[in-house]
């Protein structure tokens, strides 16, 4: 057990997408150092093990949980309400909650991307905005938005949610200007694909890039807590996405997208590995 920061007592992290994947590795990284945690996400009963669970063992002073669709457009606005009439000053906001859908444009469905779109996009957007305006009237706060390291290059087969995540990242970094002269910060995480239930639920669990070299979700989340805590603007995860994104800068457009898009393939006669942390999963979005 680690001791907890004396400077973080009684400083609070809102974490979207707290119940999987990334988003509960920042719980137990915010934790370890004494952040109180508000956790976002459908899935009650996971958050509820995992919250009771790291303020046992941490001594946190409160734990909430807060069960929300987060790809309902009325949700953002409840999330937000719901914490700040229970007393509760959100210092840090993560953004992690989020999902895709994969297949050819014009064969996917249009409602569960204009879902994707109001999670990873919206939602993010609308809850920055309401939070922000708190941290700015007491000019300090920190956010961590999770984008992707297809912010930087097109997404063959998951044009969704490339595009969604090349917002994340635009959005980020315009913010993180726009503060500059203000104690509060904004990251923006770029991670490669990861051992999480993202693909799965996706429906790209048979792709290459699902079944090729992926990284641990406690290693990324690590990575985005560390460029969080020291101010950085971005951070992408791993020696080889940060290779991979930097071609990405120097090649052209269209080879960057044509290099995804053998990614996306199909990895042909591969035993498709169950890449499931658990049981219990939604998968509409
Ligand atoms: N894994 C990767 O390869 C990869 C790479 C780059 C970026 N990312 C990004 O990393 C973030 C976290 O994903 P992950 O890889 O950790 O995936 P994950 O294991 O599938 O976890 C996704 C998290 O988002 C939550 N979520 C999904 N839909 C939601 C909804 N409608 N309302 C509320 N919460 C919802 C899930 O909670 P419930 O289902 O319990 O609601 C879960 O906690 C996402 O933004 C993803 O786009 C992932």
Do not use: W
């Not at 070299?213 to 460029?227: C, H, N, Q």
């Not at 960057?256 to 199909?266: G, V």
């Amino acid at each position: 057990m680690k001791a907890m920061k004396e400077e973080n007592k009684g400083k609070t992290v809102l974490i979207t997408g707290a119940s999987n994947g990334f988003g509960l590795e920042f719980a137990r990284l915010f934790a370890e150092d004494g952040y109180n945690l508000v956790l976002v996400s459908r899935s009650t009963d996971r958050m509820k093990k995992l919250a009771y669970e790291l303020q046992d063992r941490h001594q946190l002073e409160h734990v909430c949980v807060v069960t929300s669709d987060l790809a309902r457009a009325e949700s953002p606005r409840e999330v937000y309400e719901e914490v700040t009439k229970s007393g509760i000053q959100v210092d840090v906001l993560v953004n992690n909650a989020g999902a895709g859908t994969y297949g050819f444009f014009y064969e996917t469905d249009l409602e569960r991307e204009k879902a994707i779109i109001q999670l990873n996009v919206t939602t993010p957007v609308e809850l920055t905005k309401l939070f922000l305006q708190d941290m700015k009237r007491r000019n300090e706060g920190k956010i961590l938005n999770v984008a992707s390291v297809v912010s930087h290059m097109a997404s063959p087969l998951m044009a969704i949610y490339g595009a969604t995540k090349a917002f994340i990242l635009s959005f980020s970094e315009a913010l993180t200007n726009e503060l500059q002269d203000t104690n509060i910060t904004v990251t923006a995480l770029c991670p490669g694909a990861s051992n999480t239930m993202f693909f799965r639920r996706a429906g790209a669990a048979h792709t290459k890039a699902a079944n090729g070299p992926l990284s641990e979700p406690a290693e990324v989340a690590k990575d985005g807590y560390e460029a969080l805590m020291n101010g950085e603007t971005k951070i992408v995860s791993g020696f080889m996405n940060k290779a991979q994104t930097t071609a990405t800068g120097i090649v052209p457009d269209s080879v960057s997208a044509a290099a995804m898009r053998k990614m996306m393939e199909e990895e042909e006669g591969a035993e498709h590995q169950e890449r499931r942390r658990d049981d219990e999963y939604h998968v509409e979005t």
